[in-house]
Nanobody, 127 residues
Framework: QLQLVESGGGLVQPGGSLRLSCTGS????????VGWFRQAPGKEREAVSC????????NFADSVKGRFTLSRDNAKNTVYLQMDMLTPGGPAVYYC????????????????????WGQGTQVTVSS
């Protein structure tokens, strides 16, 4: 059964860093586009980033460019979202998802193309 599991969330101080993990089972993540999304209470879910397959292409939302990076460890079947220089904010749940989509700097991240989702991991940036 296909399953995606996010981990690594928690409470972090402003300016700090977190690394989120997305680990797959029943699916090889290096053969699929993986997207990251986040949702705060009362707000719409928004796209954060995506990681492509063979070319390793990426895309990032304007709000996180220069602060977030992506990587993966194929041996662990895991995609990582490194979040640096975090800014204060209430809790937000970060999700990873497998997409039937392309990922690249000039390709919009369209949530409708991501059809398999994890349960999310909560991130709070506060002092």
């Amino acid at each position: 059964q296909l399953q995606l599991v996010e981990s690594g969330g928690g409470l972090v101080q402003p300016g700090g860093s977190l690394r989120l993990s997305c680990t797959g089972s029943g699916v090889l993540l290096d053969r699929h586009v993986v997207g990251w999304f986040r949702q705060a209470p009362g707000k719409e879910r928004e796209a954060v980033s995506c990681l492509g397959t063979s070319g390793g292409r990426t895309n990032f939302a304007d709000s996180v460019k220069g602060r977030f990076t992506l990587s993966r460890d194929n041996a662990k079947n895991t995609v990582y979202l490194q979040m640096d220089m975090l800014t204060p904010g209430g809790p937000a749940v970060y999700y990873c998802a497998r997409g039937s989509a392309f990922c690249g700097a000039s390709v919009p991240i369209r949530q409708s193309r991501y059809v398999h989702w994890g349960q999310g991991t909560q991130v709070t940036v506060s002092s």
